[in-house]
């Protein structure tokens, strides 16, 4: 037998492949402080859902058995007498609350459209450009949220009486902006300060204007901020009741929340009515929240990145 042939090893068995370690699915362990917070959550969730469900339950009820005692969940007679009043523009309590509703509609996208429009350039130059007391400037805006609603009230009154437009909605709409303006310039401009200011310098290197490059590519990427921005703005005009109640003496101009007004008389209440309103009244909010739930959770969690 030649000597190379000898000198060849027997091929090896293979090793067996092991067997991938299984992984273990992890038990759901409950700790007392992840009870707590569950507990906390329900709290929570009830303290929202039950005023609800109570005001939905009254609304179905007659006028007679929203007051009794011990008071029911659930009507044995459920009824949408009182929806059918308030949407039915036929009779007088109809038309009123329709007006009420057509006016909050008015004001609130006023106040959310024009608040955009001068938000967005202010917050824009407060995050890119720099001037002179800039800072100061910033923080000064936020002055006004120092202080109370009603602080405001009686200069306000006597400047919307100067300016001959007391009794018209845009006194309510001129008066949202002042509250709603500061809060919003203050969002935005954290949403601004987020985007790489090297996206507009490439765009401007492209033959974009300062303006095409703020169009094209800042706005479409602060979107969520714009609809967080949109929504606290509309919220903010939607409920608001001391200014539309001193300002609006026309029963014509009125809004939703001082027209409910109308439901509570010298001798009695009617509460089906009452809460067959504020459900209606709580419709579009819940509603526009809803279609805008994706942008407005991507608002909440944007700055929690450091671009």
Request: charged share 15%.
């Amino acid at each position: 037998m030649p000597a190379s042939a000898a000198s060849v090893a027997p091929p090896r068995a293979l090793a067996p492949a092991r067997a991938r370690p299984r992984t273990k699915r992890r038990r759901f362990q409950v700790t007392p402080l992840g009870l707590l917070g569950w507990l906390f959550l329900a709290f929570l969730l009830l303290f929202t859902v039950v005023p609800m469900a109570w005001m939905v339950s009254t609304s179905l009820k007659s006028e007679f058995a929203a007051i009794q005692q011990p008071p029911v969940w659930i009507p044995s007679e459920p009824s949408l007498d009182q929806y059918t009043r308030l949407l039915s523009p036929a009779g007088e309590t109809g038309r009123q609350f329709l007006t009420y509703l057509r006016n909050s509609v008015w004001v609130s996208l006023a106040t959310t459209v024009i608040g955009l429009v001068v938000a967005v350039p202010a917050a824009y130059a407060f995050s890119r450009f720099t001037f002179p007391g800039r800072d100061m400037l910033f923080f000064s805006v936020l002055v006004r949220n120092m202080f109370p609603a009603v602080v405001f009230l009686i200069p306000l009154f006597i400047l919307m009486r100067r300016m001959n437009l007391y009794g018209s909605q845009w006194s309510l709409i001129l008066t949202y902006l002042t509250f709603g303006l500061p809060l919003s310039i203050w969002l935005l401009k954290g949403f601004y300060d987020n985007i790489p200011p090297e996206l507009e310098r490439a765009a401007r290197i492209d033959g974009a204007t300062r303006f095409q490059a703020f169009r094209l590519i800042v706005l479409p990427l602060s979107a969520p901020g714009l609809v967080a921005t949109a929504i606290y703005a509309f919220i903010q005009g939607w409920n608001e009741y001391v200014y539309a109640r001193t300002f609006i003496t026309d029963e014509s101009k009125m809004t939703m929340p001082v027209g409910l007004e109308k439901f509570f008389t010298e001798y009695a209440s009617n509460w089906p009515g009452l809460m067959a309103a504020s459900f209606i009244m709580s419709v579009p909010v819940v509603v526009l929240f809803l279609l805008l739930q994706r942008y407005f959770v991507q608002a909440l969690t944007e700055g929690a990145v450091k671009h």
